[in-house]
């Protein structure tokens, strides 16, 4: 335990689970350790860091705005804010945006208008049908959404008003979209619970359930938003629009902000319905602004696309080679690595010996999700650095996984040599 982690432990509440490591700083890809260690990043903030670290028009923009103005709440117009909410709304779909702190935050304010659509709208309806495998945030309202015993249990009862019926069953959600039922609120790529994107067809299924049956379609894109599967939000890869979407994490860089957009049949809200202190603040929302331009002029949503399959092949090579690797799901730089034994924390703890941090979910899922700049370079060493981990994992518990995987002269040997400076955004 690092005299760190013992001051933590004295005044921190004791809700995460922490890598024993310390980090100071950070570029691009790369975090460095108050050791002077630099690790590459394949955890990104959990999704959040889509420009990496120091990221030149981010600190800009961010310094420049906190020298200027940095709160001034919901009663007066800033620019920032209503930059930002065109911005989203051009990426988009028609819809007018409600601005908050969080992805939870912003899926609070779905549900809300899903209540106040289904009242006005609907008869009253007020119920929200939501997909085993979903994670929609820890507030009392997003964790009834969520309803996964592991998160739920501790805080019961929670607040009524939500159906969750089986992701890979469509009869089953048609069947529970009866006159009660508000809104469906689902990710297009199930992040918490592994990364599982649901099929192209049930998405397009499910849009014209909600059609049929008079019900509103809400899209949490607070993780798979923001480029990160190869479009800019990943309900666009099956052409649907929903009525409302949710944002947060890659949207401010690193600064907390969340967003909800209200598409024409759903923008419900009046003055006084909702509000935030924090929520649009011209800091976070330049902070935004300067993330969605620089996704744009550099490529990033086309590189987390060419790059993410790179990244792809490259841990399969590892699985056909013998390492205990039994697939990989999701697209663009939003990857679970499927374990065929339990020792996902433990792979996770060998990487970070072996320079990368990954997540594990569970003991079954590894889960990459690194900058949007990441170079193919980069994505070789991750590559690497993954089966040496496999490899130290197999060492220790005496089963065996695989040849390392050594490729002297490989672009990863090229990116370890360079020290992980910025990619470029080809």
Same mark, same amino acid.
């Given at each position: 335990?690092?005299?760190?982690?013992?001051?933590?432990?004295?005044?921190?509440?004791?809700?995460?689970?922490?890598?024993?490591?310390?980090?100071?700083?950070?570029?691009?890809?790369?975090?460095?350790?108050?050791?002077?260690?630099?690790? *590459?990043?394949?955890?990104?903030?959990?999704?959040?860091?889509?420009?990496?670290?120091?990221?030149?028009?981010?600190?800009?923009?961010?310094?420049?705005?906190?020298?200027? *103005?940095?709160?001034?709440?919901?009663?007066?117009?800033?620019?920032?804010?209503?930059?930002?909410?065109?911005?989203?709304?051009?990426?988009?779909?028609?819809?007018?945006?409600?601005?908050?702190?969080?992805?939870?935050?912003?899926?609070?304010? /779905?549900?809300?208008? /899903?209540?106040?659509?289904?009242?006005?709208?609907?008869?009253?309806?007020?119920?929200?049908?939501?997909?085993?495998?979903?994670?929609?945030?820890?507030?009392?309202?997003?964790?009834?959404?969520?309803?996964?015993?592991?998160?739920?249990?501790?805080?019961?009862?929670?607040?009524?008003?939500?159906?969750?019926?089986?992701?890979?069953?469509?009869?089953?959600?048609?069947?529970?979209?009866?006159?009660?039922?508000?809104?469906?609120?689902?990710?297009?790529?199930?992040?918490?619970?592994?990364?599982?994107?649901?099929?192209?067809?049930?998405?397009?299924?499910?849009?014209?359930?909600?059609?049929?049956?008079?019900?509103?379609?809400?899209?949490?894109?607070?993780?798979?938003?923001?480029?990160?599967?190869?479009?800019?939000?990943?309900?666009?890869?099956?052409?649907?629009?929903?009525?409302?979407?949710?944002? /947060?994490?890659?949207?401010?860089?690193?600064?907390?902000?969340?967003?909800?957009?209200?598409?024409?049949?759903?923008?419900?809200?009046?003055?006084?319905?909702?509000?935030?202190?924090?929520?649009?603040?011209?800091?976070?929302?330049?902070?935004?602004?300067?993330?969605?331009?620089?996704?744009?002029?550099?490529?990033?949503?086309?590189?987390?696309?060419?790059?993410?399959?790179?990244?792809?092949?490259?841990?399969?090579?590892?699985?056909?080679?013998?390492?205990?690797?039994?697939?990989?799901?999701?697209?663009?730089?939003?990857?679970?690595?499927?374990?065929?034994?339990?020792?996902?924390?433990?792979? /996770?703890?060998?990487?970070?010996?072996?320079?990368?941090?990954?997540?594990?979910?569970?003991?079954?899922?590894?889960?990459?999700?690194?900058?949007?700049?990441?170079?193919?370079?980069?994505?070789?060493?991750?590559?690497?650095?993954?089966?040496?981990?496999?490899?130290?994992?197999?060492?220790?518990?005496?089963?065996?996984?695989?040849?390392?995987?050594?490729?002297?002269?490989?672009?990863?040997?090229?990116?370890?040599?360079?020290?992980?400076?910025?990619?470029?955004?080809?």
């Amino acid at each position: 335990m690092t005299e760190l982690s013992q001051r933590a432990s004295a005044v921190l509440c004791d809700t995460y689970t922490r890598m024993p490591v310390t980090l100071v700083g950070g570029e691009g890809a790369w975090v460095l350790t108050d050791q002077g260690d630099r690790l *590459l990043d394949g955890v990104g903030g959990i999704a959040v860091n889509v420009l990496g670290h120091g990221h030149p028009a981010l600190v800009e923009a961010v310094s420049a705005q906190v020298a200027r *103005l940095v709160h001034a709440s919901n009663l007066y117009f800033t620019e920032p804010q209503v930059l930002l909410a065109e911005m989203l709304v051009a990426s988009a779909f028609p819809s007018r945006v409600f601005l908050s702190n969080s992805g939870a935050e912003a899926n609070e304010a /779905a549900i809300k208008i /899903a209540r106040k659509w289904g009242r006005t709208h609907k008869s009253g309806a007020y119920e929200i049908v939501t997909l085993t495998g979903a994670f929609h945030g820890r507030t009392m309202a997003t964790l009834a959404a969520t309803a996964s015993p592991r998160y739920a249990e501790p805080f019961q009862p929670l607040p009524g008003g939500f159906r969750q019926v089986s992701r890979s069953d469509m009869g089953a959600l048609e069947a529970a979209l009866d006159e009660h039922v508000a809104a469906v609120l689902l990710e297009p790529v199930q992040g918490e619970s592994g990364v599982f994107p649901l099929p192209i067809p049930d998405l397009v299924a499910v849009r014209e359930l909600c059609d049929r049956h008079g019900c509103l379609l809400i899209v949490d894109e607070v993780q798979s938003g923001m480029g990160r599967t190869g479009r800019m939000w990943a309900h666009q890869w099956s052409g649907i629009v929903p009525d409302v979407m949710t944002v /947060a994490k890659g949207l401010g860089g690193g600064l907390p902000i969340g967003a909800t957009l209200a598409g024409p049949g759903a923008d419900v809200f009046e003055p006084g319905d909702h509000g935030s202190t924090f929520g649009g603040n011209p800091l976070a929302c330049a902070a935004a602004v300067a993330v969605i331009d620089a996704i744009r002029r550099e490529g990033l949503v086309e590189n987390a696309a060419r790059v993410g399959e790179r990244l792809r092949a490259g841990i399969l090579a590892l699985a056909a080679a013998g390492h205990p690797i039994l697939e990989v799901r999701g697209r663009g730089l939003m990857l679970g690595v499927g374990l065929r034994r339990p020792i996902a924390r433990e792979v /996770a703890r060998a990487a970070l010996t072996a320079g990368l941090l990954i997540n594990p979910v569970g003991q079954r899922t590894l889960r990459l999700l690194p900058a949007l700049t990441l170079s193919e370079a980069e994505a070789d060493l991750m590559v690497d650095r993954l089966a040496t981990a496999l490899t130290a994992t197999a060492d220790l518990s005496g089963q065996g996984g695989g040849p390392r995987r050594e490729r002297p002269g490989s672009r990863a040997a090229e990116a370890e040599g360079s020290g992980g400076t910025r990619p470029s955004s080809a």
